[in-house]
Structure formats: structure tokens, C-alpha cells
């Protein structure tokens, strides 16, 4: 079946300019998350969704950085005024509901984004 | 808050050798362990994953990890690599009873497995 699916793949930017990423979990996931990664670093949690409500956006890093979340579905990363530091990789995840604590994540390819 | 540490950033051994990759956090609570790879060119995928009951935990591809409660660790261990385990390794965490589902991830561990 289709997996968690990101786009653009690739999103060159200038600094100051807005930018919209966006992510389709896998069909019928009620969770999804948004990382990041920096050149040589590990995952950074930025914020989780269940539902369309984000219990959870303790990892934005500013409040440049939104996030929405439609439909139980797509969600919409938006990076206002972009900053050089906000180059990295930007990966989506999703999981299925389910009981307990937590569900395995399924992550997507991630969106690459440059800003110049 | 929870932190990981990955030793080793990059790893190069021969096809066949054995392997263990270190993963240590720091969260005195109750954890969910995961272990993460991610191949040339394709997404992060799940390796294994430790939640509760025997601590030696199997995963795909020959894999296995186990969680030692004493140390904080969760190491990654293989008896003989192939070419084909050349990828990127994320150690990740869970802090199970905060409630929280956001993972904190090590910063990952370079395999490079020469033919």
C-alpha cells in the first residue's frame, strides 16, 4: 500500500520568504508528526497531531513554524520569514490507533529545503 | 527531558564481521526503545523495537538489541554483517510514561560495510 508520501521532494528558498510543506500519512493513520534534521544531527521533534488537534507542538523551535492539520489527513508545515538555520531535511511520520502508549512510525522521504 | 547518545558516528567493518552499535539515554521512567535504519536513498524504517517483557528483542535482517534497565543502553548487535547493511542507524526513545509520543532520536550512526 502507498506509504507517507511529502512533498516537494526538494524546496530551495530565499531568506525571508514563506514556505509550505506539506505530508499525506498513510491511509486511515490518526497520528502524525513532524521532524526535522539538520546536517550530521538526529531526528528533532517539531509537533504531533491526532486527529487534527496538536496536543503536543513543544518542538517548534519558533513561532515562525505552524502547523495544520485538515481533514484527519494532510497537514501543512508552514516556515514563515526563513532563516538560514532552517535548512534541514523535514520528515513526516504517521501511526495507526491502536491501544496503549504508542504505535510503531511510519516515515515518509522527506522534504530537503535550502534556504539561500 | 530524555536525550540519546550514539558513540559511534561511523563505523566501518568488513562483510562478515560482527557488529554492536551503542545507544544510551537518559530518562529514569519507563521507555519504549527503537532501533531505526535508513538505506541509501530510501525513507527511515523500523529495525526493532523494545516495549516491554524479554529485554533481547529480534528484529529484521539479523538484528537484534538489548535493553539493559541498569546501564540506560540499548544496544544494536548483528553476528555477521553483509554489504547490504550499509546504511544510517537511529537509536530512538520513547518516554512511555509522560504520555508523550514524540520520539528523541540519537544523532545516528554511520555503518559502511566493505565487500
Known amino acids: 500500500g502507498a506509504g507517507v508520501s511529502q512533498s516537494p521532494s526538494n524546496k530551495v528558498t530565499e531568506k525571508g520568504k514563506d514556505v509550505e510543506l506539506r505530508c499525506d500519512p498513510i491511509?486511515?493513520?490518526?497520528?502524525l508528526y513532524w521532524y526535522r534534521q539538520s546536517l550530521g544531527q538526529g531526528l528533532e521533534f517539531l509537533i504531533y497531531?491526532?486527529?487534527?488537534?496538536?496536543?503536543?507542538k513543544s518542538g517548534l523551535p519558533s513561532d515562525r513554524f505552524s502547523a495544520e492539520r485538515t481533514g484527519g489527513s494532510v497537514s501543512t508545515l508552514t516556515i514563515q520569514r526563513t532563516q538560514q538555520e532552517d535548512s534541514a531535511v523535514y520528515l513526516c511520520?504517521?501511526?495507526?490507533?491502536?491501544?496503549?502508549?504508542?504505535?510503531?512510525?511510519?516515515f515518509g522521504p522527506g522534504t530537503r529545503l535550502t534556504v539561500l | 527531558a530524555q536525550s540519546v547518545s550514539q558513540h559511534n558516528h561511523h563505523v566501518i567493518l568488513s562483510e562478515a564481521a560482527s557488529l554492536e552499535l551503542g545507544c544510551n539515554y537518559s530518562?529514569?521512567?519507563?521507555?519504549?526503545l527503537f532501533w531505526y535504519v535508513q538505506y541509501p536513498g530510501q525513507h527511515l524504517q523500523l529495525l526493532l523495537k523494545?516495549?516491554?517483557?524479554?529485554?533481547l528483542v529480534k528484529g529484521i535482517k539479523g538484528f537484534e538489541a538489548e535493553f539493559i534497565k541498569s546501564k540506560f543502553s540499548f544496544n544494536l548487535r548483528k553476528p555477521s554483517v553483509q554489504w547490504s547493511d550499509t546504511a544510517e542507524y537511529f537509536c530512538?526513545?520513547?518516554?512511555?510514561?509522560?504520555?508523550?509520543?514524540?520520539?528523541?532520536f540519537g544523532s545516528g550512526t554511520r555503518l559502511q560495510v566493505q565487500p
Open positions: 511520520a504517521s501511526s495507526p490507533p491502536g491501544t496503549g502508549s504508542y504505535n510503531e512510525q511510519f
Open positions: 491511509s486511515g493513520h490518526t497520528a
Open positions: 497531531f491526532q486527529g487534527n488537534s496538536a496536543p503536543d
Open positions: 530518562y529514569g521512567g519507563t521507555v519504549n
Open positions: 523494545y516495549f516491554s517483557g524479554d529485554p
Open positions: 530512538a526513545v520513547n518516554a512511555q510514561d509522560t504520555g508523550r509520543r514524540a520520539l528523541t
